[in-house]
């Protein structure tokens, strides 16, 4: 089995494909498109990608993105986000004033960053920016990846524990091509609706499905392919197995203009979960 991911060796999503699938291939990937035309075209068989983190929300490339295409969500996956500054040889916390890191991981420190005046500079990955600042030898430019990534690259760790919140924590989702299945043992699923357009339609649509025993642990709102709409991205629980899904979705709630069934899996566990 060949496994994709978004990033370089020793990135986050690189650590997560190989708690989830290990001794497998994994293939890195430079951005989010190219990750979904590679499970799409075939060059992998499943992806592992960040949709979520506690401190910034939704990884808005990757949620886009579940609903146009032949893909579902099969599982998820949740990795402890921990970065550290890493610089040259020879820098200092004094000499950096630059620090490269993938937005969300910049995100995720942006008041750390701020405090000690270092000025974020975006690139594609956290593990491409230990590479970018191994191979710049620049005292001021730092990367802020995991610590980990460090010695692959002859950087040293000059600060570590780099995040705004001590609960960051990414969830990772487990996508494979066709359509969407529920496995016997899957109690969560991941869907995206629109609307009718008639007051109270959204909170019609929530409250029956509540009334139909789903428990809702997430629910966010994007635009969607026409302009000044918008789509609901929504988690529940529910029982498991088929009948636990079908008690929640069918008949359709008569609220909603469309549903997208985008995935149902095992709920995470604290050391996360995945359907083999």
């Given at each position: 089995?060949?496994?994709?991911?978004?990033?370089?060796?020793?990135?986050?999503?690189?650590?997560?494909?190989?708690?989830?699938?290990?001794?497998?291939?994994?293939?890195?990937?430079?951005?989010?498109?190219?990750?979904?035309?590679?499970?799409?075209?075939?060059?992998?068989?499943?992806?592992?990608?960040?949709?979520?983190?506690s401190?910034?929300?939704?990884?808005?490339?990757?949620?886009?993105?579940?609903?146009?295409?032949?893909?579902?969500?099969?599982g998820?996956?949740l990795?402890?986000?921990?970065?550290?500054?890493?610089?040259?040889?020879?820098?200092?916390?004094?000499?950096?004033?630059?620090?490269?890191?993938?937005?969300?991981?910049?995100?995720?420190?942006?008041?750390?960053?701020?405090?000690?005046?270092?000025?974020?500079?975006?690139?594609?990955?956290?593990?491409?920016?230990?590479?970018?600042?191994?191979?710049?030898?620049?005292?001021?430019?730092?990367?802020?990846?995991?610590p980990?990534?460090?010695?692959?690259?002859?950087?040293?760790?000059?600060?570590?524990s780099?995040?705004?919140?001590?609960?960051?924590?990414?969830?990772?989702?487990?996508?494979?091509?066709?359509?969407?299945?529920v496995?016997?043992?899957?109690?969560?699923?991941?869907?995206?609706?629109?609307?009718?357009?008639?007051?109270?339609?959204?909170?019609?649509a929530?409250?029956?499905?509540?009334?139909?025993?789903?428990?809702?642990?997430?629910?966010?709102?994007?635009?969607s392919?026409?302009?000044?709409t918008?789509?609901?991205?929504?988690?529940?629980?529910?029982?498991?197995?088929?009948?636990?899904f079908?008690?929640?979705?069918?008949?359709?709630?008569?609220?909603?203009?469309?549903?997208?069934?985008?995935?149902?899996?095992?709920?995470?566990?604290?050391?996360?979960?995945?359907?083999?």
């Amino acid at each position: 089995m060949t496994i994709g991911y978004q990033g370089e060796s020793e990135s986050y999503s690189h650590l997560a494909s190989g708690e989830l699938f290990p001794g497998t291939e994994r293939v890195g990937f430079g951005t989010f498109p190219l990750a979904f035309d590679a499970l799409r075209d075939g060059e992998v068989e499943r992806l592992v990608l960040p949709i979520e983190n506690s401190t910034t929300g939704s990884i808005l490339p990757v949620l886009d993105r579940l609903v146009n295409g032949d893909l579902h969500i099969v599982g998820e996956h949740l990795v402890e986000v921990q970065h550290a500054v890493l610089a040259i040889p020879g820098a200092t916390l004094s000499t950096v004033k630059q620090v490269l890191s993938h937005p969300e991981a910049l995100n995720q420190a942006q008041t750390a960053l701020s405090r000690r005046g270092w000025e974020p500079q975006p690139v594609h990955d956290t593990a491409g920016a230990v590479r970018l600042v191994a191979e710049g030898g620049d005292p001021t430019r730092a990367a802020l990846a995991r610590p980990q990534a460090a010695e692959a690259h002859g950087l040293e760790v000059l600060l570590e524990s780099v995040i705004d919140r001590d609960h960051n924590t990414t969830r990772f989702v487990v996508l494979e091509p066709g359509p969407a299945e529920v496995a016997e043992d899957a109690d969560k699923t991941s869907i995206a609706f629109e609307v009718r357009h008639h007051p109270g339609a959204l909170a019609l649509a929530l409250t029956e499905l509540g009334l139909r025993g789903a428990n809702l642990t997430r629910i966010e709102s994007r635009p969607s392919e026409t302009a000044w709409t918008y789509r609901f991205f929504v988690d529940l629980r529910h029982a498991p197995g088929k009948e636990g899904f079908t008690s929640v979705f069918e008949p359709t709630p008569a609220s909603l203009a469309s549903l997208h069934h985008l995935g149902s899996y095992v709920g995470f566990s604290p050391v996360g979960s995945v359907r083999k």
